[in-house]
């Protein structure tokens, strides 16, 4: 079974920056996509930025020029620097990985890191 594990969630204020990161540990034979979530209150979680093995990049339309996803292949790690933010940034974030464990594909998510704008 794969963990994945954030780190880097926290308050900061309208305009600052947050830098999110997400490590993927346990036993697999690939990770195909690695990808950030956010979920408001009452809401379902909505995709924020995706990247492929391959590195191929897909960026909502909410954050698409704030936001940059990366990440290191080698290391199961994927991060997600934000900035320019603004109070509707305010959300859980959740890291999100599409596994191939070499038997069977599945996803499989974080536990949440809460983003939080203010001044």
């Known amino acids: 079974q794969v963990q994945l594990v954030e780190s880097g969630g926290g308050l900061v204020r309208p305009g600052g920056t947050l830098r999110l990161s997400c490590v993927a540990s346990?036993?697999?034979?690939?990770?195909?996509?690695m990808a950030w979530y956010r979920q408001f209150p009452g809401k379902q979680r909505e995709l924020v930025a995706e990247?492929?093995?391959?590195?191929?990049?897909k960026y909502s339309d909410s954050v698409k020029g704030r936001v940059t996803i990366s990440q290191v292949n080698a290391k199961n790690m994927v991060s997600l620097q934000m900035t320019n933010l603004k109070p509707e940034d305010t959300a859980v974030y959740f890291c999100n990985a599409n596994i191939d464990s070499g038997d069977a594909y599945y996803t499989t998510w974080g536990q949440g890191t809460q983003v939080t704008v203010s001044s």
């Open positions: 346990g036993t697999f034979s690939s990770i195909d996509f």
């Open positions: 990247i492929s093995r391959g590195g191929t990049i």
